[in-house]
């Protein structure tokens, strides 16, 4: 069946989704402007790194946290995933606004919008903004395959054009025009309860937002210490941030050697942590724990060893627990199994 510029899908359903289309196309053209037209993005150990930002999924991601952690630990791989991925979203967001080849560059829209939402959905500090990102762009996606691109569209110019392909059934999947599904209604059904059912489970997995307690790993940091062991000359442990907001870093003011009861052994106050050797502090990704001008950086999705000397703890065999104090006054106590 062949189509024409006056059927419904392209004249009327794609027409309607202009608007949509030309916003979605710019949320994922607009990332390669930021990161290499406005600024500079790509460049690692610079401020504002995309890769160190990436490196903020990892600690909550769903299904993809080994994909992240392979690219964190391997610093040129990460940088051209990095630059891969930029300049995917500029030529899939321009074509999008452009409305070249529509369906398939919205199965692209569908294929990142799912990656953010499972590699980034569960943060946001006011409200679910990563993963209403995620979940609107799934849909979005999915909606821009099914209308293709009306009036205002590349894809409207060469059908008009009466140019050959254009005919041919691909072209009709990939491009623009009646979409020839033998069932339409069950097509879009199955798919927007598909959509519908990842839009319940990852808010309720990410948020407890259908049912239970509502929860936001975004608002305050968490630490994890592990690996605790010491020496008669150095106490060794891992430190790994897991939750808080990832426009800023957890602030270690104080670290305590503390005995079985809870004295303090040793105590290192704000001062000491900003001064600390970064020969003491072994990273494990890109996002780097740090002294900084006032306490201890300790970035989202950060992990690294940190070494302390205890030479001038006197009762060594008496160390028990160790207890980080963030400047919020969040204290995180690991005892020394």
């Given at each position: 069946?062949?189509?024409?510029?006056?059927?419904?899908?392209?004249?009327?359903?794609?027409?309607?989704?202009?608007?949509?289309?030309?916003?979605?196309?710019?949320?994922?053209?607009?990332?390669?402007?930021?990161?290499?037209?406005?600024?500079?993005?790509?460049?690692?150990?610079?401020?504002?790194?995309?890769?160190?930002?990436?490196?903020?999924?990892?600690?909550?991601?769903?299904?993809?946290?080994?994909?992240?952690?392979?690219?964190?630990?391997?610093?040129?791989?990460?940088?051209?995933?990095?630059?891969?991925?930029?300049?995917?979203?500029?030529?899939?967001?321009?074509?999008?606004?452009?409305?070249?080849?529509?369906?398939?560059?919205?199965?692209?829209?569908?294929s990142?919008?799912?990656?953010?939402?499972?590699?980034?959905?569960?943060?946001?500090?006011?409200?679910?903004?990563?993963?209403?990102?995620?979940v609107?762009?799934?849909?979005?996606?999915?909606?821009?395959?099914?209308?293709?691109?009306?009036?205002?569209?590349?894809?409207?110019?060469?059908?008009?054009?009466?140019?050959?392909?254009?005919?041919?059934?691909?072209?009709?999947?990939?491009?623009?025009?009646?979409?020839?599904?033998?069932?339409?209604?069950?097509?879009?059904?199955?798919?927007?309860?598909?959509?519908?059912?990842?839009?319940?489970?990852?808010?309720?997995?990410?948020?407890?937002?259908?049912?239970?307690?509502?929860?936001?790993?975004?608002?305050?940091?968490?630490?994890?210490?592990?690996?605790?062991?010491?020496?008669?000359?150095?106490?060794?442990?891992?430190?790994?941030?897991?939750?808080?907001?990832?426009?800023?870093?957890?602030?270690?003011?104080?670290?305590?050697?503390?005995?079985?009861?809870?004295?303090?052994?040793?105590?290192?106050?704000?001062?000491?942590?900003s001064?600390?050797?970064?020969?003491?502090i072994?990273?494990h990704?890109v996002?780097?724990?740090?002294?900084?001008?006032?306490?201890?950086?300790?970035?989202?999705g950060?992990?690294?060893?940190?070494?302390?000397?205890?030479?001038?703890?006197?009762?060594?065999?008496?160390?028990h627990?160790l207890?980080?104090?963030?400047?919020?006054?969040?204290?995180?106590?690991?005892?020394?199994?």
């Amino acid at each position: 069946m062949k189509h024409t510029i006056n059927s419904q899908s392209l004249d009327l359903a794609g027409l309607y989704t202009l608007p949509f289309r030309m916003v979605i196309g710019w949320t994922y053209f607009s990332a390669f402007w930021r990161r290499l037209i406005l600024e500079n993005k790509l460049i690692p150990d610079e401020n504002g790194y995309i890769g160190e930002k990436f490196n903020h999924f990892l600690p909550n991601a769903l299904g993809i946290k080994p994909v992240i952690e392979y690219l964190v630990t391997h610093p040129d791989a990460l940088q051209r995933s990095m630059m891969i991925f930029t300049i995917i979203e500029a030529i899939i967001g321009l074509l999008i606004i452009l409305g070249f080849f529509t369906r398939l560059m919205s199965i692209g829209i569908f294929s990142l919008a799912l990656g953010i939402l499972l590699g980034s959905g569960w943060l946001g500090t006011t409200c679910l903004d990563e993963w209403q990102i995620g979940v609107l762009g799934v849909a979005g996606g999915f909606v821009l395959f099914l209308t293709g691109s009306g009036s205002y569209s590349l894809d409207y110019y060469i059908i008009k054009r009466n140019i050959s392909f254009t005919q041919k059934k691909w072209f009709q999947w990939l491009g623009s025009g009646n979409l020839l599904i033998a069932k339409p209604k069950v097509f879009v059904l199955t798919g927007s309860l598909a959509i519908f059912g990842l839009t319940l489970f990852t808010n309720q997995y990410f948020h407890g937002g259908v049912w239970g307690i509502l929860h936001n790993k975004s608002l305050k940091p968490k630490l994890e210490i592990s690996n605790i062991s010491h020496n008669n000359s150095d106490l060794k442990f891992k430190v790994y941030r897991t939750e808080g907001a990832d426009v800023y870093g957890s602030f270690v003011i104080g670290i305590h050697i503390l005995d079985k009861n809870g004295n303090i052994l040793k105590e290192l106050d704000h001062h000491q942590l900003s001064g600390i050797s970064k020969k003491s502090i072994q990273n494990h990704y890109v996002a780097k724990v740090k002294p900084g001008k006032y306490s201890l950086i300790v970035p989202l999705g950060a992990k690294a060893d940190v070494t302390l000397s205890i030479r001038d703890v006197l009762q060594k065999s008496k160390i028990h627990a160790l207890k980080l104090i963030d400047i919020s006054g969040i204290e995180w106590i690991e005892k020394i199994e």
